[in-house]
């Protein structure tokens, strides 16, 4: 299996592509630009006598041309995966920093918090057993 991948890899089905600073490897890529497909290749042996018509062959053209249809088709959904993602990941990123400045913002006006907010709250509620008690 492992020299099957290299000799497509030799033939340029191999790429590598980057996209929101995500890798991904696609092992078999289908280009528009390639030479011919595997099926059209074995045809023309066929047609030029340089190897006998096998239907078997032929079906397993066929059915790896399928395959490379489907790695292509997988190759897009996955680069459109990894935009929506780092889009997703922005967002949140833009989301949790106005959470920290409203947090901010609360905790300034509510006087800082900390040991003197529950010292006040304490010192409030005694004050308040003694009103109502007085």
Do not use: C
Not at 10 to 23: D, E, P, Q, R
Request: proline letters at 2%.
């Amino acid at each position: 299996m492992r020299r099957g991948i290299s000799s497509l890899k030799s033939l340029g089905f191999v790429k590598k592509s980057t996209t929101s600073n995500k890798i991904f490897s696609i092992a078999l890529r289908f280009h528009s630009n390639s030479p011919p497909s595997l099926l059209e290749n074995y045809k023309n042996l066929v047609e030029q006598g340089k190897v006998q018509h096998d239907p078997y062959q032929e079906r397993v053209a066929f059915e790896l041309e399928k395959l490379l249809s489907r790695l292509h088709q997988y190759e897009k959904d996955m680069e459109d995966y990894y935009v929506k993602l780092a889009e997703w990941e922005e967002k949140r990123e833009e989301e949790r920093l106005k959470l920290l400045v409203k947090e901010a913002k609360e905790k300034q006006e509510t006087g800082g918090g900390g040991i003197w907010t529950s010292v006040n709250k304490q010192r409030n509620r005694i004050l308040e057993k003694f009103a109502i008690f007085g």
